[in-house]
C-alpha cells in the first residue's frame, strides 16, 4: 500500500479472494468484488459477486434434516464477462498461461480498479491486457470496463466474448452451501440494437427485478477493420461475440458500458426499458470516468482524514473510508437500507445488519450526517415490526432484531450448524437486546452532532421513547433488593448464552445491557425539556405512555441493578459470571493461535465456553467505549452505586486478561479504553485492527465480505479516541492524547452546521471554523469551554 494506491505485483492465486473483497468497487447503490473480467466463480479462487443495496431473498433449505430458513443478501447477475480467444482455441484463463509479469492497482482517489498483466500462451504468443474498471460514483445505475489488448509477438484473428450471466447462485461463503442459493430466475435476454445486449432476472421470492444493458464497442488502428458480431443465448445469459483481426503491436480497446436498474428504482417506468434507453444515453469510458473522479473527489473533500507522518496507516485509513463510502454514499439516499456488517463485498452473515451502526455512525455524523439520517430512516420504518416483535415477546414499546433484512423481522437462526463438529445447536444470540440500546444511541448521537430538531421531533423521539418503553417493561423488580433486574438475554461477548447446565436461555443482569437501559430511559425523560409540549403529548397518546409508565422510567434510572464481583469495583459481565471457572488461555493460544471461536473448538471438543471467564469480544468495556467517565459516573451515581474513575483502569485490566478478541470490533473498543491510560498498548490494539481485513488476520473471513464496522471504527479511532472528541452538555469537547507513532494529524468534521478544521500534533491544536451561516458553538479543550463563530481560528497549546 502507498499514498492512494493498493498494489499487487505478483500474481498469487491463493490470494485472489482476499484481493477480490479488498478491491471491491461499489457507489453506495450496488458493489462488485474485484474478480478478473474473464473469471468465472469456482470455490477456490474467483468469486465475481455483484450485490445490490437491499437486495434480499428467502429461501428454505433442508439441511441436516431439518427446514432451515434464511434471507441472504442476493449474488445478482454478474456483468463482468469479457474475454477472447484464439479461433477454435479455449478462452482466456489466467491460470491457463504463464504470466511473465503482473500488476494490479486499486485507485481510491478515483475509485478505479486496473490491470496489467504479460503472458505467454501454450503457442508461444506473447500479449499484454490492460483493463480498467469503476463502478460509477456518479451514475449509480452505470458500470463499465475498458480493456486493452496487445499482441506482442503475433497477429490474427481473435474472437471477444462480452456477456451479462444470470446464471449465478450464492456460493461465496462455503459454510452456507448446503443452504438453497438458487435466488434468481430468468425473465428475459436478448439485444437491444447491434451494439447492446440485455438481461431481466427476478429474486424467486422477494419479487426483486433487475435489468441490465451492455454496450459494446471496439477500437482499433487501422480504422475501418471488420467486426462480425454474434448472438448467444440461454435462459438467463446473453452473450455477444464479435470476431475481428488483430495486429502486431497495434493495441485492441474494447469499452464495456453497462446499464444497472431495478424494481426498487424511483423515477422509472420499467426497469429493462429503462436499462436499454438510459445505456443510449452513456458516453465513453473516458467521460464517464471524468464524471466519476469528480464525484470521489467531492466525497474525500469531505472525508479525508491526513496523518503524514505515518503512511502505513494513512493509506490503510483511505481505504477504509473507501469502502464505507462505496458501502454507503449519496446514491443510497432513497433506497431504504440499512449497513451491511459485511459491506455490500459479500455474503457472510447474509448481509444482514447488526449493530456495526454504532462504530460506523459516528464517523458519517461528522462527515455525511445526511447519511446518517437516511439510515436512521431503515430503523424507523421497521418499528412497526419492531412493535410486533416485543408485544409478541410480552413486553410494550419496540424490540429491534439483532439481525435485520429486509423488513425488520428478526433474521437469527435459532439453530446453526457447528462446522468442526457437525453438530447442530442452539443459538440465542437472537437475545441480545442491548441492538435496542445501540439504536437509541446512533439517534441521540446523531441528533447531537447536528442538533437536527426536526428529525428528533418527528422521528428520532419516537423511536427513544419506544425503546424505554421495552428497557421498562422487560425489567422486573427485586421485591427482596428492591432493584431492577433484566433477565433472559445475552450480551455483546456473545459466547455466554446461557448458563453451564442451564435448560434456560439467556443470562441475567448483563452489566452492558442493564446500564444501557438505564441510559436510554434517561435520554427518554430528558426528551421532555427539549421537545415542545404539544408534540410530547402526541407522542405519549400515539405510543400509549401513562403517567405511570413514565413514574416507572424515574423509578428503573435510579434502581436499576449493576452486578459486581464480591466487594470488588469490577463489574461482572453477568450475574453469576464470577463462579464460572478460569479459562487455560496459554495452552490453547498455543495450539490455536490469537484468533480462536472457542465457542466451535470447544464443543467440538465436547465441551462448553459458558463454562468460563471467556468472552469473544469487549463486553463491559464496551461501556468505556461508548461513554466518557464523566457520564458514566453520572449514571452510576444515579443508581447510587460508588464507582471512581480509577475503577475504570481495574475493569479495563480484569477483562483484557479474558478476552479472546474473536471479533474485529474488539481490539478496536480495547485500544479507545487504552488510549487515556495507556498509549502505547492503546496503539498496539489500533495497529491489529487496522490491519484485521488487509492482512485477513482471522484466516479467511475477509474474502466473504469486508468487516465494515471495524474498518469505520479504526477510522473513528483515530477521529475520536485519540482526539478525546465527544460531545456532551451541548459542547464539543476536545482532549487529545495523540500516540507517539502518529504525530500529525489533520481533519475536518461537521457539527451542528459548521465546517470545522482540526490540526493536531503533540504540542499544539488549530481549530478553525469556516465561515458559513451557523450560530455560534462551544467547543472544550482539555477542559476549558470556549465559544467559536465563522471565520475563528485559534491556536492551543497541548504539550502539558
Keep these: 500500500m502507498y499514498d492512494w494506491k493498493v498494489a499487487y505485483d505478483t500474481w498469487a492465486p491463493e490470494e485472489q479472494p482476499l484481493r477480490e473483497a479488498l478491491c471491491t468497487l461499489g457507489n453506495g447503490y450496488f458493489a462488485t468484488r474485484g474478480a478478473f473480467e474473464e473469471a468465472d466463480a469456482d470455490q477456490k479462487t474467483h468469486y465475481p459477486g455483484t450485490y445490490l443495496a437491499g437486495g434480499y431473498n428467502r429461501l428454505v433449505s433442508e439441511v441436516a434434516g431439518r427446514q432451515v430458513e434464511n434471507e441472504d443478501l442476493v449474488n445478482w447477475p454478474n456483468w463482468l464477462p469479457l474475454t477472447f480467444r484464439h479461433t477454435n482455441e479455449e478462452w482466456f484463463d489466467v491460470s491457463r498461461v504463464e504470466v511473465i509479469s503482473f500488476r494490479q492497482e486499486l485507485d481510491m482517489r478515483q475509485g478505479l480498479l486496473e490491470r496489467r498483466m504479460r503472458f505467454r ?56 452451501r448446503d ?16 451494439e447492446t445486449i440485455f438481461l431481466k432476472v427476478q429474486t424467486v421470492q422477494s419479487k426483486i427485478q433487475m435489468a441490465l444493458a451492455a454496450r459494446t464497442r471496439i477500437y482499433m488502428e ?44 424511483k423515477a422509472i417506468s420499467e426497469p429493462l426499458q429503462d436499462a436499454c434507453r438510459n445505456s443510449e444515453r452513456q458516453g465513453s469510458f473516458t467521460h464517464l470516468l ?35 463510502l462505496q458501502t454507503v454514499s449519496a446514491n443510497t439516499i432513497g433506497m431504504d437500507v440499512g449497513v451491511p456488517a459485511r459491506g455490500l463485498h459479500g455474503e457472510a452473515y447474509r448481509g444482514h445488519i447488526f449493530w456495526d451502526e454504532l462504530f460506523i455512525f459516528p464517523f458519517l455524523n461528522m462527515h455525511l450526517p445526511e447519511l446518517t439520517r437516511e439510515l436512521l430512516f431503515y430503523r424507523y420504518r421497521r418499528l412497526p415490526e419492531a412493535r410486533y416483535a416485543a408485544a409478541k415477546a410480552g413486553y410494550r414499546g419496540a424490540m429491534f432484531p439483532w439481525q435485520s433484512g429486509s423488513n425488520g423481522q ?23 437486546r442491548h441492538i435496542n440500546g445501540a439504536i437509541a444511541y446512533n439517534v441521540w448521537q446523531y441528533y447531537q452532532t447536528t442538533e437536527d430538531m426536526e428529525f ?68 427518554a425523560l430528558q426528551l421532555f425539556g427539549i421537545l415542545d409540549d ?71 471438543e465436547g465441551d462448553n465456553v459458558n463454562r468460563y471467564k471467556a468472552s469473544k469480544q469487549a463486553d463491559v468495556l464496551m461501556l468505556f467505549y461508548l461513554f466518557s467517565a464523566e457520564e458514566l459516573i453520572h449514571i452510576f451515581d444515579l443508581l447510587g452505586y460508588s464507582f471512581k474513575p480509577e475503577h475504570i483502569h481495574e475493569n479495563i485490566a480484569y477483562y483484557e486478561e479474558r478476552t479472546s478478541h474473536g471479533s474485529t470490533l474488539s481490539k478496536i473498543v480495547h485500544s479507545w479504553v487504552l488510549a487515556r491510560s495507556d498509549r502505547k498498548r492503546a496503539y498496539k490494539n489500533f495497529q491489529v485492527a487496522l490491519v484485521s481485513d488487509v492482512e485477513d488476520v482471522q484466516g479467511g473471513t475477509t474474502p466473504e465480505g469486508i468487516h465494515l464496522g471495524a474498518m469505520a471504527g479504526t477510522v473513528d479511532l483515530v477521529q475520536r479516541g485519540f482526539t478525546g472528541l465527544e460531545i456532551r452538555d451541548n459542547v464539543l469537547w476536545l482532549a487529545p492524547a495523540l500516540p507517539e507513532e502518529i504525530g500529525c494529524l489533520n481533519f475536518q468534521l461537521r457539527y451542528r452546521s459548521h465546517w470545522i478544521s482540526l490540526s493536531f500534533t503533540h504540542d499544539k491544536l488549530l481549530i478553525v471554523i469556516d465561515r458559513g451561516w451557523a450560530k455560534e458553538v462551544q467547543i472544550g479543550v482539555n477542559g476549558t469551554v470556549y465559544t467559536f463563530q465563522t471565520g475563528d481560528r485559534r491556536e492551543f497549546d497541548i504539550s502539558r
Design 121 to 176: 500462451d501454450g503457442s508461444g504468443r506473447e500479449s499484454t491486457l490492460y483493463s480498467r474498471r469503476l463502478v460509477s460514483m456518479a451514475n449509480r445505475h452505470v458500470a463499465v470496463i475498458e480493456w486493452e489488448l496487445t499482441p506482442q509477438n503475433w497477429s490474427g484473428e481473435i474472437e471477444i466474448k462480452s456477456a451479462l450471466d444470470g446464471q449465478v447462485v450464492n456460493s461465496g461463503v462455503s459454510r452456507y
Design 179 to 194: 443452504y438453497e442459493s438458487q435466488h434468481l430466475e430468468p425473465l428475459q435476454q436478448g439485444q437491444h440494437n447491434e
Design 222 to 265: 487501422p480504422k475501418g477493420n471488420e467486426v462480425v458480431r454474434t448472438l448467444q443465448t440461454e435462459d438467463g445469459y446473453v452473450a455477444q461475440h464479435l470476431r475481428v483481426k488483430c495486429e502486431h503491436k497495434r493495441p485492441l480497446r474494447v469499452e464495456k458500458v453497462v446499464q444497472l436498474q431495478t424494481s426498487r428504482d
Design 290 to 324: 471524468e464524471k466519476h473522479r469528480l464525484a470521489w473527489q467531492r466525497l474525500w473533500n469531505r472525508t479525508e482524514l491526513q496523518i503524514a507522518c505515518n503512511s502505513k496507516a494513512q493509506s490503510i485509513l483511505r481505504l477504509h473510508i473507501f469502502h464505507l
Design 410 to 432: 428478526e433474521e437469527t437462526q435459532q439453530v446453526h450448524l457447528n462446522p468442526q463438529s457437525g453438530n447442530w445447536l442452539v443459538d440465542n444470540t437472537h437475545l441480545q
Design 456 to 523: 428528533l421531533t418527528f422521528v428520532g423521539a419516537e423511536m427513544i421513547l419506544d425503546i424505554a418503553q421495552f428497557w421498562s417493561t422487560i425489567a422486573e423488580v427485586n421485591t427482596k433488593t428492591g432493584r431492577f433486574e433484566i433477565h433472559h438475554v445475552v450480551g455483546p461477548d456473545e459466547y455466554h448464552a446461557d448458563y453451564p447446565d442451564s435448560e434456560e436461555p439467556g443470562l441475567s443482569n448483563n452489566a452492558y445491557t442493564n446500564v444501557m437501559a438505564v441510559w436510554v430511559i434517561q435520554r
Design 534 to 604: 404539544s408534540r410530547v403529548e402526541e407522542l405519549l397518546q400515539k405510543l400509549t405512555i401513562s403517567e405511570a409508565d413514565i413514574e416507572r422510567w424515574r423509578d428503573i434510572s435510579h434502581k436499576m441493578y449493576v452486578p459486581f464481583i464480591g466487594q470488588s469495583n469490577i463489574m461482572a459481565q453477568f450475574e453469576g459470571y464470577e463462579q464460572l471457572e478460569d479459562f487455560p488461555w496459554q495452552e490453547y493460544k498455543e495450539k490455536y493461535g490469537e484468533s480462536m471461536r472457542l465457542d466451535r473448538i470447544l464443543e467440538s
